[in-house]
């Protein structure tokens, strides 16, 4: 695995975390007919709060974004991204690892949506994640807390 760091993000984040989230869901976009250049990136404009988003650093660069949004009966994680050049290498695991052991210490649901027949999704069910609902264009996964798993 690539050496990585993981920091709070800024307001200065936003355009190169948009730009990315373009590139990654692209492909999905397409094949599911829901591609728009402008709108992929406004979405992501338009729920950025920095407080709960940090930025993937490998050597020093942006590498990637991760989101983590409290709502009323879990929280949502979101924005999950990481450049083409360094998916596959462990980094996204262990950000999201991470992520889940600090929710299970919480004792917090986690929530999320992915597209369907996004490879993204394989990842979420290793994890823990099972399906909530769907329709034509997302599935919706939640996982529950085992607090279990990080006692000891």
């Known amino acids: 695995m690539a050496d990585w760091e993981i920091r709070q993000a800024s307001v200065a984040d936003v355009e190169e975390m948009a730009e ?5 869901l692209r492909a999905d976009l397409e094949r599911l007919g829901r591609y728009d250049e402008r ?3 406004q979405r992501l404009r338009d729920r950025f709060v920095p407080a709960h988003t940090w930025v993937i650093e ?7 974004c991760v989101s983590l949004r409290p709502a009323e009966d879990a929280h949502w994680l979101e924005n999950l991204y990481l450049a083409p050049h360094l998916q596959g290498r462990g980094i ?3 950000v999201l690892r991470g992520l889940l052991e600090q929710c299970d210490r919480d004792d917090t649901s986690v ?3 992915v597209l369907q027949g ?3 999704r394989r990842l979420y069910e290793r994890h823990g994640f099972t399906l909530e609902s769907e ?4 599935v919706f996964m939640v996982r529950k807390p085992t607090l279990a798993r990080y006692n000891g």
């Open 39 to 41: 709108r992929v990136r």
């Open 20 to 24: 990315l989230r373009a590139v990654v």
């Open 135 to 138: 329709d034509p264009v997302d």
């Open 111 to 113: 929530r999320l949506q």
């Open 118 to 120: 996004s490879p993204a």
């Open 58 to 64: 490998v050597g020093g660069a942006f590498a990637g």
């Open 92 to 94: 996204g695991t262990a």
